[in-house]
């Protein structure tokens, strides 16, 4: 009876911060919403709750932990959270809750760069704020920031008409600054009223300082770049706020368009060196985020297949669920892997070369990721749990290797041979049991370093067309020589048989050509990078050349 009577205390009151907050179901609840995030006091306050035996306070712990991860900008650790809280606030019913959760959900899930599933989040969101004016224009101006990033300009313009005309007719009410620049951009893409775009970004810019949340005084700044509307002086402030913040991607793409180094005390010298550093910060806190969010999809897939198999005994129903969720997971790393750092414009040689080696990485991984998915799949639709539980704990191991990494653009080849190792266990496990793998790397050989990625592709495109169902004693061969001072890879099959090899290469031989020819361009010995390639029904072989 207690429990009702908190939850129906919920559903009356208001959902405003400057009232709502503090009139919240139990005291420890009002407390932890009257102190400030800052305070000392805060962090016992949210373990308290997260640690009750209470569901409703537990959730709403969870949202207040959530909302400070987010507020300070790092979204990766509130992901955890804000699961647990939707869950219990769906379960409790308990829409208050869920409408709250769901924005931050929406927006952490975008600033980790996920994909349009945000959409329906934010949707959601929306319809369950329809009631209140000013929580309905938070939600419709995030919903309209989403809707810009995915090209769909003319519902901006529709759904930014009636937030403005909310934020209007609001006293005191939300900075309208980020609502503003998310107008500009898409007149701007439209390519519609120039008058209009500069007096809104201009208007943004002059309220961007008044009690706007670092995270939007980020995004504001990123759709004024993307307009060229910040002058030196601005660009100046822009960059002391980025760096003072670590919005490294942010402080890149402002220093891409300064020119005025003095207004810092800097020199040219010194400007292009901070470029340098924002960049390679911006990729590093890329990768770190991806690997996280990696690790986490992947602990929480396999944590679904275990709940599914308890509750369900995995019906073909909670398989092809399971199946989805992988598919979902894959495609918003594939998204995340598209980052606009990586169209940094690099001014130093150095520079230019990591951030090949990465666009390298961020493509091969994805296209690799898509194939064990179709291995996961396979064994969830023939109800083979064991194995498949078997395979994802291979998969996340073999996953752990890449991600820990150093981002050398070379490796050795005695590295390279144990990750090569670790894969041919997980095809084996996979589809290709029948294939029978050789590696003929020698000793002396095993200190000498290669450019990171290359052998995996092509052995992977080796198990795909020698180890189809068709084939008979299906071998793949891995050998490494010298001639000379020059290294030899080769990764030969035993071919295709009659199975059409389609497209000729492959998408992974392409990207590895892209990335000899790249080498090429950099080498004092041009000639001694090639690749060979003979694809024939009985053999199909790739030769890599480099210098040793």
């Known amino acids: 009876m207690n429990k009702l009577w908190l939850i ?10 400057s009232q709502s907050e503090q009139t919240r179901v139990s005291d420890s609840v009002k407390e932890a919403f009257a ?4 305070s000392s006091a805060f962090e016992p306050l949210m373990m308290n709750l997260l640690e009750s035996s209470d569901e409703t306070e537990e959730a709403w712990g969870d949202y207040l932990m959530a909302r400070d991860i987010v507020r300070k900008g790092v979204s990766f650790e509130a992901i955890t959270y804000l699961e647990r809280g939707e869950f219990l606030f769906r379960s ?6 869920l409408e709250r959760i769901l924005l ?35 939600a419709a101006g995030n919903y309209t920031t989403y809707l810009l990033d995915y090209g769909r300009y003319e519902e901006v313009l529709n759904y930014s008409d009636s937030v403005l005309a909310v934020l209007r007719q609001i006293e005191g009410g939300i900075n309208p600054s980020e609502a503003y620049a998310v107008r500009a951009e ?30 939007d005084k980020k995004n504001i700044y990123f759709r004024a770049l993307n307009l060229r509307a910040l002058d030196e002086q601005a660009l100046a402030r822009c960059i002391q706020f980025a760096h003072e913040k670590q919005f490294w991607s942010l402080e890149a793409e402002a220093r891409g368009q300064w020119t005025e180094y003095e207004l810092l005390g800097e020199t040219l010298e010194s400007a292009l060196t901070a470029e340098v550093l924002a960049n390679k910060r911006a990729l590093a806190a890329v990768d770190e985020g991806q690997s996280k969010f990696l690790a986490f999809e992947l602990a929480r897939g396999r944590s679904e297949i275990a709940r599914y198999q308890r509750e369900s005994k995995l019906r073909k129903t909670a398989l092809s ?18 980052s606009r750092i990586m169209a940094a ?10 951030l090949a080696l990465e666009n390298y990485k961020n493509t091969i991984r994805p296209h690799f990721l898509f194939n064990q998915l179709n291995n996961v799949s396979a064994f969830l639709n023939q ?24 981002d050398d653009q070379t490796i050795e080849l005695g590295a390279v041979e144990k990750q090569l190792h670790a894969y041919i266990a997980l095809q084996k496990k996979g589809s290709y049991a029948n294939v029978a793998v050789t590696t003929d790397i020698p000793k002396e050989l095993r200190k000498v370093r290669i450019p990171t990625g290359l052998l995996q592709p092509l052995v992977e495109n080796s198990f795909k067309y020698a180890g189809h169902k068709e084939s008979k004693a299906p071998n793949i061969l891995i050998e490494a020589r010298t001639i000379g001072s020059v290294l030899t890879l080769k990764v030969e099959d035993s071919g295709y048989g009659e199975f059409s090899r389609q497209g000729g290469t492959g998408h992974g031989l392409a990207l590895i050509q892209d990335r000899i020819a790249f080498n090429r361009t950099r080498s004092k010995r041009p000639k001694d990078w090639t690749v060979t390639t003979s694809f024939q029904k009985e053999k199909g072989t790739v030769v890599l050349t480099m210098p040793l």
């Not at 959900?105 to 369950?128: D, F, N, Q, S, V």
């Not at 007149?187 to 201009?202: E, F, K, P, W, Y």
């Not at 414009?345 to 990591?354: D, G, I, Y």
Request: include cysteine.
């Open 92 to 97: 409790m019913k308990n829409e208050k809750g």
């Open 345 to 354: 414009r690099a001014k130093l040689s150095q520079q230019e070369a990591e």
């Open 35 to 38: 102190i400030h995030p800052d």
């Open 186 to 215: 898409a007149l701007q893409n439209l390519g519609r009223d120039s008058v209009a775009v500069d007096t809104l970004i201009s208007r943004a810019l002059e309220l961007v300082d008044r009690s706007v949340p670092d995270i």
């Open 8 to 17: 129906l205390i919920l559903i009356i009151l208001g959902s405003g911060c």
């Open 321 to 338: 669920a399971t199946a989805l969720l992988f598919l979902v997971v894959l495609i918003g790393i594939v998204l995340n892997y598209r």
């Open 104 to 138: 931050l959900k929406a927006h952490a899930y975008w600033a980790l760069g996920a994909g349009k599933e945000i959409l329906p989040i934010a949707e959601e969101t929306m319809r369950l704020r329809e009631g209140n004016p000013k929580a309905w224009a938070t």
């Open 383 to 406: 109800e083979l749990i064991e194995q498949a539980q078997e395979y994802l704990s291979d998969l996340g191991q073999f996953l752990r290797s890449l991600l820990e990494e150093q």
